[in-house]
């Protein structure tokens, strides 16, 4: 798992499959070593996917840290008129994404590393399990990037432990100017509404 942010996972390729199961959709997942929460759906991912809003039906939708795609290809099924953007760093994570979603019959996912999404993109919503491994000023710089380009009306549902500092990321996205509320509560982590006011 220490491995999942780097462009390209120092470990050798062990291909996989996990299973998402929710209420509207059931996803067979490639999964592999490398990327994050390669042997099971992770919990808060799955939370933020049982809990968090439905997406509009339309506009540019956003899977901040994609990972192999549970969060994005669930997106792009649910709102089939969207253009999801599935956004990592780490390739072998973005090909797994781009796999799972043509299985999936999700063409409306499109994986790109960070610098292929352009400038003039703005987000109705944004979805994200952050990658807060990654450190605390990374990732701040991360968030205020990507938060600044949602659209007037949009907002950023994210999913994050309360062990791994999700209050205190809380007050600090308020403190930058980002109205956040908690909005879910459960099994330890939070899900927290940006944006709005």
Known sequence: MSHYFDVD????SHPGT??????DVVLDLGT???VF????VDPGTKLLLLEGPAPPPEGDLLDLGCGYGPIAVTLARRAPRARVWAVDVNRRALA??????ETAGAANVCAAAPE????GVEFAGIWSNPPVR???AALQSLLVRWLARLAPDGRAWLVVHKHLGADSLARWLEGEGFPTVRLRSRMGYRILQV???
């Open 9 to 12: 996972p120092p470990v050798s």
């Open 18 to 23: 996990v299973r998402l199961v929710l209420p």
């Open 32 to 34: 592999d070593r490398g």
């Open 37 to 40: 929460a390669r042997e099971r």
């Open 96 to 101: 797994l994404t781009a796999a799972n979603a």
């Open 116 to 119: 292929a999404v352009p400038e």
């Open 134 to 136: 990654i450190g605390k």
């Open 195 to 197: 944006g709005g006011s």
